[in-house]
Structure formats: C-alpha cells, structure tokens
C-alpha cells in the first residue's frame, strides 16, 4: 500500500512538474533571485538578500515540504528564516516568481491580461488569479471572476461563451493562457 501511494505521488509530480515546465512566468523588473519586501520594492527592482538564479549552494523556498511555510534563504555559509508577514513577495533560486496573500505562497504563472497563479501540493493543484499583481487574490471560478469584472461585459460574456476546461489552455506562441487571450482580446 505505502509502496502504491508512493508511485502514484512520484507519478503525479512528474507528470504535474512536466506540464508546468513549459509555462511562461511573470516578467521580472530585476533577473536575481531573493526577496521584495513591498510591492514597491518589485516594481523598482529592488531585492531583499539577492543573488543569481540557480547559483549553486543558494536556494530560496518555504523551509519544509509544505508550502504555507516561511520561505528560508540557504546559502553555503548561513541560512536565514523570514517571516512571511514581513515580505510581499520573492523570486526563487529558480527563477519564479512567488506572491505572499494572506500567508500563502502563490506561483505566478502568467502576467499578461489578468494575472494567474497557482498553488499545488502532492495532490492537487488550485488555480488563482488577481486584476495585477498588488490586487487580492480569487479562486479561479466563474463567480469570482464575475463579481471582479463586473464592469467588463465584454470580457464575461467571452467567459460564458467557453468551456472552463479551457480556460488554462497555454498559447507557446503568445506566450499566455486562453483566459488571458479573452481578456485582451
């Protein structure tokens, strides 16, 4: 049984992992890594303990396996806890883009149009998404979606008009989901 739940876990990280490989993430005003203190802070380019992605001995994540952790920066000499209170948000030593709301740690997957996120764990994965980046963030449905663009008719009969199957459809060539494509649109 431990044996089966371990397969089916290791399966489904590999399958989830491939999928999102291929996805587009948000375009950063400074290509380090490290920590935005304020939204403010992102827009200016300004990093809180910086370094370059994928620098070796450096990681920045959510110390533990979960993610609603504080994010932890490791570095060969130190490792440094931060509240997640205290920041709005930080690039990984990957490169992506983590958003802090309301303690939790959102993955920006696409900035073009509205913005979407993502939140996954072992099992599932919960899609997001907010108006910009310093907006609250909203459950990926349809009511959500209607009650914050309420005034763009245009954008929520589109929406009507789709299967939501479709929605997180990805576009390599314009680089953005089929949602994002309806709202510029």
């Not at 440094?80 to 690039?91: L, Q, S």
């Not at 459950?139 to 914050?148: D, G, P, Q, S, V």
């Not at 929605?167 to 390599?172: E, I, N, S, V």
Request: glycine share 4%; proline share 4%.
């Amino acid at each position: 049984m431990i044996l089966r739940f371990y397969a089916i876990f290791l399966l489904s990280g590999l399958i989830f992992n491939c999928s999102l490989y291929a996805q587009r993430a948000v375009e950063l005003p400074n290509d380090s890594s490290g920590l935005y203190l304020t939204y403010d802070d992102f827009i200016n380019g300004k990093i809180t303990h910086g370094f370059p992605k994928y620098k070796k001995g450096y990681t920045l994540w959510p110390k533990g396996f979960f993610t609603n952790k504080d994010p932890e920066l490791k570095t060969p000499d130190t490792s440094i806890v931060y509240k997640r209170a205290d920041i709005w948000g930080y690039t990984d030593h990957r490169g992506k883009f983590i958003r802090i709301y309301k303690n939790k740690h959102y993955k920006v997957l696409c900035d073009k149009g509205l913005i979407i996120y993502i939140i996954y764990s072992p099992t599932k994965a919960s899609y997001y998404f907010s108006k910009s980046m310093n907006e609250p963030i909203c459950h990926l449905k349809m009511k959500n979606l209607t009650n914050i663009y309420a005034d763009n008719s245009a954008f929520l009969n589109k929406i009507n008009s789709t299967k939501k199957k479709t929605w997180l459809t990805w576009d390599d060539k314009k680089e953005r989901y089929f949602l994002n494509k309806l709202f510029l649109e």
